[in-house]
């Protein structure tokens, strides 16, 4: 298999019928160009829920040739590769293991590819057509993987220059590093802040590749302090922007914080089309009855949230335009995922040291 600038590869899966030529479509997009030094290569190992009873493998190298590269992929496995009754098979079947292995390898070998051009990043968008418990379990490998590459915070070596300004973001950093409320709250509601930069950049990532019209309206679902609504209005030309937050505590500290950043002076040179009172853009409510269908680019910081309240998002976010972004810490249910194509990303936040994986659901 040789891997050349954007592509499409299809993942063959077990099917119900022997000559059902089903397939999951995934879209590897690479950003930029680079010429490869000749005699440069990459190789990526990787193995998966390895057993006494069963050893899985797979290789992918990849090569640099006279015309370019070449990507190699072979798959290692005991006992047999597909079989048609495994649409719903056993979660420890050798082939289920395989599929899923497969699946997984297909992000890894663009990483591998890309690596060897010196890409420092690039997307894998994914859709599950079926609700195949053993294709979600793949899927969710590969978002997880995300968070290991270079991507949680910063640009790729193509976007040298970001849609945003650095220097404002600096700033805008410095005067919204403030302590945490003093709320005690349980369960659902815990507070969590994404990293002020880390931040930028993922909204960088998912705007400069938007499709449609992508700066129509930010939402975030749960906004907390509203952290994540300030950096939208501040840095990106957004005609809206808007926090929702349940928690009467949270929706007030985030309209302090907003009155911070407006008393700065920051709010002056925000990019965003609209200049009104930052206060203004937090409302108290409940996502399960607020409208934010019209969104653009959403985000929900859902760590916590209990298994119906991101079903109950899920089914809401099938009411959102084509090309709309659905950015999530959690992912959706199975039934769900056919509205929706979708790819790994990764942002920092306050709660922990290491990358928090994030589902972007782009509705289709």
Not at 44 to 64: G, R, T, Y
Not at 165 to 191: I, N
């Amino acid at each position: 298999m040789a891997f050349d600038g954007a592509m499409k590869c299809h993942l063959p899966c077990a099917s119900r019928d022997p000559g059902d030529d089903a397939v999951y479509p995934s879209r590897v997009r690479v950003l930029g160009r680079w010429s490869m030094e000749s005699g440069k290569g990459f190789r990526f190992n990787v193995d998966v829920a390895p057993s006494e009873q069963l050893e899985l493998s797979q290789i992918c190298e990849v090569k640099a040739t006279s015309s370019g590269t070449q990507l190699i992929r072979s798959l290692l496995c005991e006992g047999g590769f597909m079989s048609a009754t495994l649409r719903w098979g056993d979660f420890e079947d050798g082939t289920v293991k395989a599929l899923r292995l497969h699946m997984h390898m297909l992000e890894m070998e663009a990483r591998a590819w890309a690596s060897c051009h010196k890409f420092p990043l690039i997307e894998v968008w994914r859709g599950l057509r079926e609700n195949c418990p053993w294709a979600q379990k793949g899927a969710e490998n590969s978002v997880a993987a995300y968070r290991f590459g270079p991507g949680h915070a910063a640009a790729a070596a193509a976007e040298v220059w970001p849609l945003f300004d650095p220097g404002h973001c600096r700033s805008l950093a410095e005067a919204l590093d403030q302590p945490r409320p003093h709320v005690q709250l349980q369960g659902a509601l815990q507070e969590g802040n994404v990293q002020v930069e880390a931040f930028a950049y993922l909204l960088d990532r998912v705007c400069r590749r938007g499709v449609g019209d992508i700066f129509r309206r930010f939402v975030d679902l749960g906004s907390g302090r509203g952290l994540a609504v300030l950096i939208a209005h501040a840095l990106f030309p957004f005609r809206d922007c808007v926090g929702v937050e349940i928690c009467k505590e949270f929706n007030d500290s985030a309209r302090s914080l907003a009155k911070r950043y407006a008393d700065t002076g920051l709010a002056k040179f925000s990019k965003a089309k609209k200049k009104l009172d930052p206060t203004s853009m937090f409302v108290e409510g409940d996502l399960r009855d607020f409208d934010w269908s019209d969104a653009s680019v959403a985000f929900a910081n859902c760590v916590t949230w209990p298994v119906t309240l991101v079903a109950a998002m899920a089914r809401k976010a099938l009411r959102l335009r084509v090309g709309a972004v659905l950015l999530t810490s959690k992912r959706f249910p199975n039934d769900v995922m056919r509205g929706f194509d979708f790819r790994g990303e990764a942002c920092m936040g306050d709660w922990t040291p290491y990358a928090v994986e994030l589902w972007a659901y782009q509705r289709i």
